[in-house]
T-cell receptor
Framework: GIQVEQSPPDLILQEGANSTLRCNFS?????LQWFHQNPWGQLINLFY???GTKQNGRLSATTVATERYSLLYISSSQTTDSGVYFC?????????????FGKGTHLIIQP | DGGITQSPKYLFRKEGQNVTLSCEQN?????MYWYRQDPGQGLRLIYY???????QKGDIAEGYSVSREKKESFPLTVTSAQKNPTAFYLC???????????FGPGTRLTVT
């Protein structure tokens, strides 16, 4: 099956810093989503981005499908950005219709 | 209030008992999914259903069962055959014609 690798696994930053999270995947995808899991476990949709670039406020994401990676940028970090960020992909064609998740990047923003 | 609801938020059971987790949605989405999350890990697919009265096994279906009798509901039963049932269980939905999935708040199951 498809492999999804996220880096770094852990990241500790001061409030106001910028960060870049990376997601590498091993095969062609028709779905790539970034999620933020808050301390209560809720998965919050950040981006649906199988290719291209999107921006939403302080967050932006870029997926280069031909090179099989995606980047999530967080600018001017706030303490509320803390949590785990997951990348998840879906594959075209046969196989299970579900998402394959990476292990996540645990982000801690210190005041 | 639109969305995906999962109940209960916390569930405790004794080993050997079957337990059913609820997932309800009023988004009119066609597809529904169950995932499991273990501490420090990403989510893994248990079962999914693209239409009513049809469902398929995911990557880790052993010890679980589901039904899809209504579009709005996709309950998951954790049976006594599941060897490590303690986990965080999340339900997701997807609208037909789109690939994007949306998640419910989850149920934390503890089996002792």
């Amino acid at each position: 099956g498809i492999q999804v690798e996220q880096s770094p696994p852990d990241l500790i930053l001061q409030e106001g810093a910028n960060s870049t999270l990376r997601c590498n995947f091993s095969d062609s995808v028709n779905n790539l989503q970034w999620f933020h899991q808050n301390p209560w476990g809720q998965l919050i949709n950040l981006f649906y981005i199988p290719s291209g670039t999107k921006q939403n406020g302080r967050l932006s994401a870029t997926t280069v499908a031909t090179e099989r990676y995606s980047l999530l940028y967080i600018s001017s970090s706030q303490t509320t950005d803390s949590g785990v960020y997951f990348c998840a992909v879906g594959i075209p064609g046969g196989g299970a219709d579900g998402l394959t998740f990476g292990k996540g990047t645990h982000l801690i923003i210190q005041p | 209030d639109g969305g995906i609801t999962q109940s209960p938020k916390y569930l405790f059971r004794k080993e050997g008992q079957n337990v059913t987790l609820s997932c309800e949605q009023n988004l009119n989405h066609d597809a529904m999914y169950w995932y499991r999350q273990d501490p420090g890990q990403g989510l893994r697919l248990i079962y999914y259903s693209q239409i009513v009265n049809d469902f398929q096994k995911g990557d880790i279906a052993e010890g679980y069962s589901v039904s899809r009798e209504k579009k709005e509901s996709f309950p998951l039963t954790v049976t006594s055959a599941q060897k490590n049932p303690t986990a965080f269980y999340l339900c997701a939905t997807r609208q037909g014609g789109s690939y994007e999935q949306y998640f419910g708040p989850g149920t934390r199951l503890t089996v002792t």
